[in-house]
């Protein structure tokens, strides 16, 4: 079966410092990567989403980055954080079934930013 | 994608079915809709999908109309468990696959 993971957990940063955020998934190839992030209180943003090794597409301007150094490997990157980076960051992967071509989204456990 | 309108809120008590209806008048015909929810401080967690048949699984059950124009989701039997907000999301069929998330509905199941 298929799982996702992402860490750290929990992370708080202060404002200008570097973010390294990583989502790994283990037990299928070739997925489609996304990361969302969620303020407090909101709805889901798509931010980046991949469908393959070094291949990025940005949903929203800001001073985030994705990279995918490997087919399960996604990593979410900010040389310098602001206050409004603060939100959970959720990652998610998809697989297009060969059955029914329909894809679905499965999402990780999330990361807690806090940048103080 | 369709814009999907739900309810802000909703109640339900513990056994009872819980029917949380969703509106996608705008939706097109290869426009799947699906359902998501979210426990607090969790990610989201995938529940079912549908294009024009009702759907069934282990989780619940999506009825959709007709039309194509709204459809209910449905928990028969609600645990405390269940609390959480629901989401009801259209989307495209294959490829990249963008869910645009709305505010969703926030069930609460109550002893």
């Known amino acids: 079966s298929q799982t996702i993971h992402q860490w750290p957990a929990t992370l708080v940063q202060p404002v200008g410092s570097p973010l390294s955020l990583e989502c790994t998934v283990e037990g299928t190839s070739n997925p489609n990567l996304y990361w969302y992030r969620q303020a407090a209180g909101r709805g889901l943003q798509l931010l980046f989403y991949?469908?393959?090794?070094?291949?990025i597409s940005s949903e929203v301007p800001q001073n985030l980055s994705a990279s995918r150094p490997q087919d399960r490997q996604f990593i979410l990157s900010s040389k310098k954080l602001l206050l409004s980076d603060s939100g959970f960051y959720l990652c998610a992967w998809s697989a297009i079934p060969w059955a029914s071509g329909q894809e679905t989204q499965y999402f990780g456990p999330g990361t807690r930013l806090l940048v103080l | 994608d369709a814009k999907t309108t739900q309810p802000t809120s909703m109640d339900c008590a513990e056994g009872r079915a819980a029917n949380l209806p969703c509106n996608h008048s705008?939706?097109?015909?290869?426009?799947?809709v699906y359902w998501y929810r979210q426990i607090h401080s969790q990610g989201p967690q995938y529940i079912i999908h549908?294009?024009?048949n009702n759907e069934t699984n282990e989780m619940a059950s999506l009825i959709i109309t007709e039309d194509r124009k709204s459809s209910t989701l449905i928990l028969p039997h609600a645990t405390l468990r269940d609390t959480a907000v629901y989401y009801c999301?259209?989307?495209?069929?294959?490829?990249?696959?963008?869910?645009?998330f709305g505010a969703g509905t926030r069930l609460a199941v109550h002893p």
């Open positions: 549908g294009l024009k």
């Open positions: 705008t939706i097109s015909g290869n426009e799947y």
């Open positions: 999301i259209s989307s495209l069929s294959g490829g990249y696959n963008k869910l645009i």
């Open positions: 991949s469908v393959g090794i070094g291949q």
